[in-house]
C-alpha cells in the first residue's frame, strides 16, 4: 500500500487529454511539500517529467503538466500521443515513518 | 553527457552481501546528493537511500534501515550501496539517481530525481 495513492491505470485516445491523480495526506503533500512526477517507458529507467509541482524540466513538451491542490497532486497530458504509453510515478517527501522519500503506486497509461 | 551506469548485481542467497557501485560523468559528482531507488519484478519504484554531496548526511528507507549502508567516493566519482543481510523481497533492478535541489529544503529528502543510470539486477534466491 503506498502513501501517495495513483490509479492503476487511465488510458485515453490519441489527441484527447488525460489525467492522473496523486493522492497523499497532511503528511505529505498536504503539508506543503513538493510534488515531482516520472514517466518510465517499458524496459527503461524512470525519466523526469515534472519537478516541484508544475516545473518541465528542458526537454520535456509542454503537453505535459503538473498541479497541486490541498493534498493532492495531479499530472495531465494533453495531445496524447501513442509514445506517451508508459507508467507514470508521483513522488514526495513524508513526514511519517512511512517516508521520507515516497512514491505513488504508478499509473499505466494506456493510448487506445 | 551526464551518465550513471551502475554496476554490482548478481544472483545472491538470503543472508548473503552485495556492494553495488555507480560510477558517474559529465557533472560535478561532489555537488550533488545521490540516491538509490528500486523497483521490484513488476512493481513500482521504491525509494532506498539517500547521501548528500559531501556524504555526511545519509538517510535510509525503514525496510533496508541497518542492513544497507550508502556511501560515496568523490574522487572517484563513485556511489556505492552495500547490502547486507539479503533478502528474497530485497530483489529489484537498483537505480541510481542524481538529487536535484529545486526548492529551499536542499537536504536530499526534497529533491527530485533528474539523472538516472540504467539500473544493475540484484536477485536474492537459494
Known amino acids: 500500500q503506498s502513501v501517495l495513492t495513483q490509479p492503476p491505470s487511465v488510458s485515453g485516445a490519441p489527441g484527447q487529454r488525460v489525467t492522473i491523480s496523486c493522492t497523499g495526506s497532511?503528511?505529505?503533500?498536504?503539508?506543503?511539500?513538493?510534488v515531482h512526477w516520472y514517466q518510465q517507458l517499458p524496459g527503461t529507467a524512470p525519466k523526469l517529467l515534472i519537478y516541484?509541482?508544475?516545473n518541465r524540466p528542458s526537454g520535456v513538451p509542454d503537453r505535459f503538466s503538473g498541479s497541486k491542490s490541498g493534498t493532492s497532486a495531479s499530472l495531465a497530458i494533453t495531445g496524447l500521443q501513442a509514445e506517451d504509453e508508459a507508467d507514470y510515478y508521483c513522488?514526495?517527501?513524508?513526514?511519517?515513518?512511512?517516508?521520507?522519500?515516497?512514491f505513488g503506486g504508478g499509473t499505466k497509461l494506456t493510448v487506445l | 553527457q551526464v551518465h550513471l551506469v551502475e554496476s554490482g548485481g548478481g544472483v545472491v542467497q538470503p543472508g548473503r552481501s552485495l556492494r553495488l557501485s555507480c560510477g558517474a560523468s559529465?557533472?560535478?559528482?561532489?555537488?550533488?546528493?545521490m540516491n538509490w531507488v528500486r523497483q521490484a519484478p513488476g512493481k513500482g519504484l521504491d525509494w532506498v537511500s539517500v547521501?548528500?554531496?559531501?556524504?555526511?548526511?545519509?538517510y535510509y528507507a525503514e525496510s533496508v534501515k541497518g542492513r544497507f549502508t550508502i556511501s560515496r567516493d568523490n574522487s572517484k566519482n563513485t556511489l556505492y550501496l552495500q547490502m547486507n543481510s539479503l533478502r528474497p523481497e530485497d530483489t529489484a533492478v537498483y537505480y541510481c539517481?542524481?538529487?536535484?535541489?529545486?526548492?529551499?529544503?536542499?537536504?536530499?529528502?526534497?529533491?527530485?530525481?533528474?539523472?538516472w543510470g540504467q539500473g544493475t539486477v540484484v536477485t536474492v534466491s537459494s
Open positions: 539517481a542524481r538529487g536535484y535541489c529545486s526548492g529551499s529544503r536542499c537536504d536530499g529528502l526534497h529533491d527530485s530525481f533528474d539523472v
Open positions: 559529465g557533472f560535478i559528482f561532489s555537488n550533488s546528493a
Open positions: 547521501i548528500s554531496f559531501d556524504g555526511r548526511n545519509k
Open positions: 497532511r503528511s505529505n503533500i498536504g503539508a506543503g511539500y513538493n
Open positions: 516541484g509541482n508544475n
Open positions: 513522488q514526495s517527501y513524508d513526514s511519517s515513518l512511512s517516508g521520507p522519500v515516497v
